[in-house]
Structures are given as C-alpha cells and as structure tokens.
C-alpha cells in the first residue's frame, strides 16, 4: 500500500511539473511582450531581405536585393533615433531620409523608408508595416530594385528597425 501511494504521489508530482507556464498580462488583457534578442545579425538582414521578397512575388513586384549604402544609412538613422529616444525620419542633425542616403553614396533614388520603434523581431515589425498602407507601399513599391536594412538594439532590448528601398 506504501508503494501504491508513493507511485501515485511520484505521479501527481511528475504532472504538476508538465503544466504551462502562464505568461503575465498586462492592463489590456493580452499576454506582456517578451524582449526579441538579437544574437544573429546577418541570419536577421537576410530573414528580412527573404521575407520582404516573399510578399512583393506575391503583389507580382521584382525581387530586390540588400545594398550596403542603404544599409550604412538605416544603421545610422536607427542609431540617431535611439539617441534621440523619438521614431521619426528626421535626423538629429536635421537631416531627411533623402540627405543620409545621399551621404553614402548611393547612386539610385530613395523611394521610401520604414521606421519602427519596438521589442518585437524583425518579421513581427514588417507585418505591422504590412498592416499599414503607406509603410505597405513602401514595401511593395515596383520601381524598388535595393534595399537597406539596419536596426540599433538598447540595453534594454528596445530595438530601433529602419528598412529604405530604392532604385
């Protein structure tokens, strides 16, 4: 009979442990966000790059590539509106999306850039801009052949995601 219950309390302990963790709410009644941790940085360009491609074949839009120009001016605003603690598309020095690219180098035209200030991961981010129809268009727009992508993690794990596509 010891037996019997030492193997049923085994048992309860064991299945006790199996339980989901519930994750804590927060005034709204949906779980809190948990901080997105970049550990991969090329693995996260290249995610994006492929997923950005992925829904512009499926609007019948060309592939477009990562340029490294673009990129330098993404990291750069990311950056600038980390310090600044604002998303907006100006930067501190008062300089506009078309003055950081035109910084770099790059030879095309900007056709448009996407901010976000978030703890969520890079594909969380663009379906929010998909959800949206001026950050969509940007996306989507048929004329962009390049793409710069770049972000600027806190300490705090707050990330500050810039996307610029041009031509």
């Known amino acids: 009979m010891v037996r019997f219950f030492g193997?049923?309390?085994?048992?309860?302990?064991?299945?006790?442990?199996?339980s989901p963790e519930i994750a804590p709410l927060g005034p709204d009644g949906k779980p809190l966000p948990r901080v997105y941790r970049i550990t991969n940085s090329s693995a996260v360009q290249f995610r994006m790059l492929d997923s950005v491609n992925a829904l512009r074949e499926a609007a019948g839009?060309?592939?477009?590539?990562?340029?490294?120009?673009?990129?330098?001016?993404?990291a750069t605003h990311s950056r600038d509106m980390s310090i600044q603690n604002r998303p907006w598309h100006f930067g501190s020095d008062g300089s506009s999306p078309l003055d950081r690219v035109a910084r770099t180098?790059?030879?095309?035209?900007?056709?448009?850039?996407?901010?976000?200030?978030?703890?969520?991961?890079?594909l969380e981010t663009l379906s929010a801009w998909m959800e949206q129809p001026d950050t969509r268009n940007v996306i989507l727009d048929t004329n962009a052949t390049n793409m710069g992508f770049s972000w600027h993690q806190e300490a705090n794990g707050k990330i500050w995601w810039t996307l610029i596509l041009g031509s």
Do not use: F
């Open 7 to 18: 193997l049923l309390l085994a048992m309860v302990l064991g299945l006790s442990a199996c």
């Open 61 to 74: 839009a060309n592939s477009i590539s990562l340029d490294s120009k673009l990129t330098a001016a993404a």
């Open 105 to 122: 180098g790059y030879p095309g035209i900007m056709l448009g850039e996407n901010i976000s200030e978030t703890y969520e991961s890079e």
